[in-house]
């Protein structure tokens, strides 16, 4: 038998060593039946066999459950409206004014939840006069323990949509329920998807038939392809303004809150035209290391930080630890600045450009 | 200054080398606002607080938020309800008439996902024949890729109680989306949280305040803390009747699935009270492994296993690697009985005892 | 052009979707060098070369290095004669005159460090009579503090000897440097790789060239894939009678000093013919849980255990908190008795059989 | 009784809910026995027992083997001469000349392993251009395959000496067994311990006692507290020239080899008076992620990066995939320029300055 087209669509079956003949021609058959060309080929200790023109119903075949196949290796990756190989340029989200994306940094900053109007206004104030185009500040929390703050709801977001109209600061907040789609969606810029929810098929769905761009942080436990299939179902719904966000993953390292996978930045950017940012707060769980986070996110190539910043840290009902206080935050920006220049990287500015 | 009862509610605040004594002044203000005893300990290199009297409000304070604070250790873990510290004797919760729990294994068996009617009478057949006491099939699935079967929805679960009526077996199914409770409820014997949800916090709330039992897979990202974590929203809302199910962690390792843990069976054995399960089938990934991680769950004293099997595994539409045709299942509960004969445990049987 | 033989040593080397005609034809300039027959197919996306006769010289080039290659995906693993592929039945190895592998279980007990001839008599008597096969204690210890006790040296060997001739309990006893090789297999009767030393190849080279049989631990850090190819070392440089020893992994779980990959077990029974044994006690760093884990291990098919046994544990230089005291390894030894029988599993005596 | 100085030496025991006054008293009596205060706090469900003047050997006890003993909780850390609690200022270490540490950025560049005379002089060359200040080029490799490439031995060490002879550039090598020490360090201006061995203890205690620096790699298994202990096994034994090297860690993210640990930068900058430096190479595993990888290290805070770069990495017969071509690396050494330059940071030159 010929192989003439072992092309990217291709499934490679490899069987065991001791597979029959009939084994063989069980899965030859069921290639045929979907209409997929199979080529056989034996070699000393295993039969391969070649699938050509293995599209999506070949390849979600549950080939291992076949007596006497080893293994079915997909050529191609799962994941195409996200992938560089569609759209080979960067793409640019648009939120609230803001652009992200393309040879660009944007910084959003602000307190991990909204506490008061007190509080968001000295946080707005601090993070604006410091350079961040972006605010942030959440009315739904989740949290590991249900003794523990949950946000302030909608009062929340009419907080956040006061100070968007007093400092001309867009914002993005999270929406952890479908049912809270509408309402989150109806006052912020960028609606987020929270690392614990990466993989909440139902709520990628729906925020894939709403208007807002979204923000697709990174589950803490998910591989870099779970990621970009996520982006897909959201892509997939009909919403192409997608932003990741990369914000650490759990490894057996004790000394930071989650090991911050650097290296998903650059892989991302070849793997994908969307624009990719970092959370260093959340990854890191502890202030002092923010900085350099920071730092080495927007040397690696990220299109954006995402930066707690609290006007009192030990006073903040969640995530203290990880805030910046203002005058560190304005420090950080500083640097971030230095940085982009030093790499030919423009920064993004609020809507109504940089404060007097 | 004076420590009389480091108690078990502590927190022990260990500061940094280079705290000031203004540093170390800030945090036992705090202390004492909140009306806990702070007892200063002075050491060669670093101070160290002891925090007497530390309730909840205390022991969430950001307390790495304060200045010269390295790290705040509380002597207790984070869980009450489920922990053996409240309620010594194992507790037994029965679904659909069928105990879980105790000196007891019960085991659950069927397909992943209801794809016909046919394919249900034939598995419940199957499995209620080899000594299965409830069944199981999904009507929602949540698939990582957008492109794949999503699951028949409430025709899923009529088909599933009719199958009930038919073979007298209860049956488990999952619940994904807060909205589909009831919908599930009203059918199900038991309702399942699957491992991804496990800490979708919102739905963990709402099966709290309804009456059936939940089972709840561990995530495979979470810790045995944060599964306990979990366990409690339900218990905390309100339902006690609470299974738990270890399915396999994610780790470095690539051979299986995911790395079934069968460390957490003593481990929650000795920290809870609840019963816990094992799904040996979604760890493992592959049929071949599946009979002996059951064995081995039911040695390690797991209070059941549930088991991937179906009629047809090659036809499957979801997970056919890894379910057991019925003549490997029911070898396998010949092993499962000897084992649990062996080692002086009970099988538990379904609602009608067993078939003749 | 025409693929005829996608064997199983051949190579997919998968193209990036820009990859130029020059670059896809440097690949296939370099594997006519070698001699392999490439097989190019353009795909809609990207080409797709397979590479035919590729022997261990094409697998091992630096495929990924080469402009244009996104990733070369060979289709058989990198170990041979640890596979079933080569060798179909068990193979059994002897230590001391006692036998691994097969249908059997075989029981190593004691100590993890010599400490005293008084406590090695002490331990060996309570292991003897409680049935194990074969005694553990080690002479030299890797220990993570350079402050910690290190072992007694040559001193601890000569303890063991005497032991043997006193119990008739042949011991097996780690060795960490080459230079102490030849020292190490000139007492014991089996050596062992600790899970340190597992990618030592120096080490594994040399214990190649002796003849004890060795036991070699798996790397906490180590994919099963690692372990083969370290199995393969010992075997490629003349010595094959080697033990696999599971003994759990690092991941994030802290609930536990490392997670047993309990499902190692089936899939080492699978891919090699060697014996694997399990160490539940370093795995699990607190006694608490080794029944249960030795239990699930004998259940999962395991070839046997090994068992931190110490007549006062509270008193063990070394590792005491996982040790158990002679009473409950007594117990254990009939719970792994009746799960033997159970499951139809012969238990290894020790060379005189069982004692009096 | 009273506790009056929880001191930074302390140590807490946790009991278990269960525990007996029997129980608390043998814990209290080893404690005395040992010279140690016992402090024993009854609280509403465990009691717990600070233990104060615990020192080492109190500390070494295994309390969790004690009946009755949940967890025993060490207040300080296990590492003291790598600690910034007893040195604050940072150590500069030469190695032939060339500073690292500081507040200054050290490149080494250079092949992964040394193939031939030609392909040293063109890398040196290469690198000596860009403004490397230091060679790598091994002349032992540990490989996971046995049938792979183990480097040319002492010849490769004199052809890395011609090498400095002929460019002015010291350089670094790796040592594998601890009877090549004296060899390679009779020949390289700075000795490597792979990652592989980092917990290698006999091969550390050796590399104490001889006067190169060493370069110590993180195991890519190892947290950065194991990471910190090995080097204390250096110093401890009377080498204080000591460099960190991050090299990523594994993870179950497969799209890169390892997951780089830039937080670990910051946490060791933190933590510890020694130079730490960042190999992204390795790490990696893919050439294309490099200068990514590199940059951030340098914008983290490292004090240098270490980078494979081969004159014709597609020929490389180690590690080709990840090296950079000259024209690359030189491109590189740009951006780290104007980022150190962006930050405050000098750059380390070769001992005989920049080359005409």
Redesign the interface.
Known sequence: M?????????L?I?MT??ATADEVD?VVR?LSDLGAEA?V????????I?AIGAG?LVR????????GVERA?P??G?FRSVS??VR?EDTVVEAGGVPFGGNRVTVIAGPCAVESREQMFAAAEAVRSAGAALLRGDAFK???????FQGLGEKGLEILAEVRKEFGLPFVAEV????DIDLVASYADMVRVGS??M????LL?ELGRQPRPVMLKR???A????WM?AA??VL??GNAEVILCERG????????RN?????????VR?LSHLPVVVDPSH??G????V???A???????ANGVMIDVHPA????KV?????LPPEEFSSLMD?IG??A???GVEMAEPPGGQSP
């Open positions: 010929e192989m003439s087209a072992l092309g990217d669509e291709s490679i490899v060593a001791a069980a069921r080529h080929s034996p070699g000393q200790v295993r039969t391969v070649g999506e979600q075949q549950p080939w291992e459950a076949f007596p290796v050529i191609l799962p560089r190989d080979s989740p949290r590991t323990s249900p003794y523990s952890l329920d479908p049912r614990r929810n993989s909440n098929f139902t769905a589950g803490y436990n591989t870099i392809e779970e299939s897909e179902y997939g719904a993953i759990r490894t057996f390292e004790t000394a930071t090991t911050l996978d650097i290296s998903a930045i650059p892989v070849q990854s890191a502890r202030r002092a290391l900085p350099a986070l730092r080495a996110s927007v040397a690696a190539g840290p030990e006073a903040a995530d203290g630890p990880q805030a640097q230095r940085i220049q030093a790499l």
